[in-house]
């Protein structure tokens, strides 16, 4: 069983940055692909960004795209989502979910039934 705990989550000013952090457990994380989706209150969860297993591929919302960055550290077993720039409407609890059997090296699953194992979430808060 894949455990995934986030970290860094935050109460930020707009302008801010946070790092949020995804640690998985087990001896595969090299071979998930990793994602990360946010849910605002009374709205739907919806997807961030994505990494395929590989590390080669990744895929942003428009909404976020040139002010997230997602990376990977294969050795610690850790995602990470960079979030530069945030704005109000980015508030929202983030979910880091893995992927365990990608299509293929390249793959970047943007869908949430594509993701088996999700954490308890993190709480960002930008502060207008």
């Known amino acids: 069983q894949v455990q995934l705990i986030e970290s860094g989550g935050g109460l930020v000013q707009a302008g801010g940055s946070l790092r949020l952090s995804c640690a998985a457990s087990?001896?595969?994380?090299?071979?998930?692909?990793m994602g990360w989706f946010r849910q605002a209150p009374g709205k739907e969860r919806e997807f961030v960004t994505a990494?395929?297993?590989?590390?080669?591929?990744?895929d942003y919302a428009d909404s976020v795209k040139g002010r997230f960055t997602i990376s990977r550290d294969n050795i610690k077993n850790t995602v990470y989502l960079q979030t530069n720039s945030l704005k109000p409407e980015d508030t929202a609890v983030y979910y880091c979910?893995?992927?365990?059997?990608?299509?293929?090296?390249?793959?970047?699953?943007?869908?949430?039934?594509?993701?088996?194992?999700w954490g308890q979430g993190t709480q960002v808060t930008a502060s207008s």
């Open positions: 979910a893995a992927d365990q059997d990608p299509y293929y090296n390249l793959h970047v699953p943007k869908a949430s039934p594509d993701f088996d194992h």
């Open positions: 990494m395929s297993r590989s590390g080669g591929n990744t």
């Open positions: 087990g001896r595969t994380f090299s071979t998930y692909a």
